[in-house]
């Protein structure tokens, strides 16, 4: 059973930084990606990270957030630089398996202006 367990949201002033974490249970995943999800609006890809550590991003976050991953930990990071409020969102982490597509709970990131 695949589990995903978010970490680190809460509420920041515009500018501020935050780092999210994703821990997963079970194997190595080969791809592990951060989506969010606005008050009103439908779920949207932020970035995803392969095993081997390459990288892509939403256009709207390049250049201010940072994906990353800990394999020996099972871990996936996003850090997030200069927010803005609208990056206010529940940020989900997720991944594909063979067995199907596995979702974490998620974590409220609050932006004030």
């Known amino acids: 059973q695949v589990q995903l367990v978010e970490s680190g949201g809460g509420w920041v002033q515009a500018g501020g930084s935050v780092r999210l974490s994703c821990a997963a249970s079970?194997?190595?995943?080969?791809?592990m990606a951060w989506y969010r999800q606005a008050p009103g609006k439908q779920r949207e890809f932020v970035a995803h990270i392969t095993r081997v550590g390459g990288t892509y991003y939403a256009d709207s976050v390049k250049g201010r957030f940072t994906i990353s991953r800990d394999n020996a930990k099972n871990t996936m990071y996003l850090q997030m630089n200069n927010l803005k409020p609208e990056d206010t969102a529940i940020y989900y982490c997720?991944?594909?398996?063979?067995?199907?597509?596995?979702w974490g709970q998620g974590t409220q990131v609050t932006v004030s202006s």
């Open positions: 997720n991944t594909p398996t063979t067995t199907g597509i596995y």
């Open positions: 079970g194997s190595i995943f080969s791809i």
